[in-house]
């Protein structure tokens, strides 16, 4: 996949089209990835009893509520933002020099920037 874990990246369609938010997991298998803050379901929770004896005379139950948990996203649905020119992009490959070898690195394929993603 073109994008990984710690890209920040701006979401192009879905109803969190717009918004920005770091990739805190990505899936390749299922090309999905998990950005932060975005889309946001809510896990509704039971109280639950626990059994644990070293919680004795404490209350004996786990609370209940509505938990945020961010749900995967299909990386279609995701562009990249270059952390240079600070737009939604393409991701592109180029080999560069570095210290003496021939290094690929993900670039920006905006025609006036094309500077490294990777910092
Ligand atoms: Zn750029």
Redesign the pocket.
């Known amino acids: 996949m073109k994008i990984k874990k710690g890209d920040l990246v701006q979401v192009i369609a879905g109803k969190d089209r717009g918004k920005q938010g770091r990739i805190i997991e990505a899936q390749p298998d299922e090309r999905r990835v998990i950005v932060e803050n975005l889309s946001v379901v809510k896990k509704h929770r039971r109280p639950r009893a626990m059994r644990d004896s070293s919680r004795m005379g404490q209350p004996q139950i786990q609370p209940g509520g509505v938990f945020d948990v961010a749900s995967p996203v299909p990386v279609s649905n995701v562009m990249i933002v270059?952390p240079?020119?600070n737009?939604a992009?393409r991701v592109g490959y180029e080999f560069r020099e570095s210290k003496g070898r021939q290094v690929k690195y993900r670039v920006?394929k905006?025609a006036d920037?094309?500077?490294v993603l990777d910092r």
Do not use: K, Y
Request: aromatic share 0%.
């Open positions: 270059c240079t020119c737009r992009t920006c905006r920037c094309g500077e």
